[in-house]
T-cell receptor, first 112, second 113 residues
Framework: DSGVTQTPKHLITATGQRVTLRCSPR?????VYWYQQSLDQGLQFLIQ???????AKGNILERFSAQQFPDLHSELNLSSLELGDSALYFC???????????FGSGTQLSVL | DAKTTQPPSMDCAEGRAANLPCNHS???????VYWYRQIHSQGPQYIIH???NNETNEMASLIITEDRKSSTLILPHATLRDTAVYYC??????????????FGKGTHLIIQP
């Protein structure tokens, strides 16, 4: 158990809908990262937050947004969902941006 | 971050040492070598990291060549539970600021009984 909690574990929705994925980092970790893993793209870095502030952006679509709240949990919002958004979404946390990452067990999103 | 090259797949017999190579010929002086693994569809798991010197922990050993252009992850006594995709990543430290790790395709290590 990495200490990073992601909910829900599975999510099934339809095209055009909007969903929110939630992540609780390890106790004391200030940095949160979001990754997307699909069969054809591998693990893609989406976005990073540190202590509530956006720190770095990767391959995140404009339809996706995220935030980190004062209690350090983070949410990833995916809107106008398309079939191609079906993937495993992982959250990771680290104590500081330059330390090793601990990953959650992921949210499996299926867009039908 | 520098690019890495790993073999797509490797086999190893159970109980033997598994040696996973990684080439990172364009690595910069401030870049560390990290290894993670992903078992089936679980979240990636940190294994080990290093800068110049060889490192060892309870999971594995990391051997980095003197010129730092390549490294080898060693699992000393592989078990069936070590079957996973292993990712070699180089990551810069920049005074506390760093983006997310960039994962390549990794090496699919299959431990044979």
């Amino acid at each position: 158990d990495s200490g990073v909690t992601q909910t829900p574990k599975h999510l099934i929705t339809a095209t055009g809908q909007r969903v929110t994925l939630r992540c609780s980092p390890r106790s004391g970790d200030l940095s949160v990262y979001w990754y997307q893993q699909s069969l054809d793209q591998g693990l893609q870095f989406l976005i990073q937050y540190y202590n509530g502030e956006e720190r770095a952006k990767g391959n995140i679509l404009e339809r996706f947004s995220a935030q980190q709240f004062p209690d350090l949990h983070s949410e990833l919002n995916l809107s106008s969902l398309e079939l191609g958004d079906s993937a495993l979404y992982f959250c990771a946390s680290s104590a500081r941006p330059d330390e090793k990452l601990f990953f959650g067990s992921g949210t499996q999103l299926s867009v039908l | 971050d520098a690019k890495t090259t790993q073999p797509p797949s490797m086999d190893c017999a159970e109980g033997r040492a598994a040696n996973l190579p990684c080439n990172h010929s364009t690595i910069s002086g401030n870049e560390y070598v990290y290894w993670y693994r992903q078992i089936h569809s679980q979240g990636p798991q940190y294994i080990i990291h290093g800068l110049k010197n060889n490192e060892t922990n309870e999971m594995a050993s990391l051997i980095i060549t003197e010129d730092r252009k390549s490294s080898t992850l060693i699992l000393p006594h592989a078990t069936l539970r070590d079957t996973a995709v292993y990712y070699c990543i180089v990551r810069a430290y920049s005074g506390g600021g760093a983006d997310g790790l960039t994962f390549g395709k990794g090496t699919h290590l299959i431990i044979q009984p």
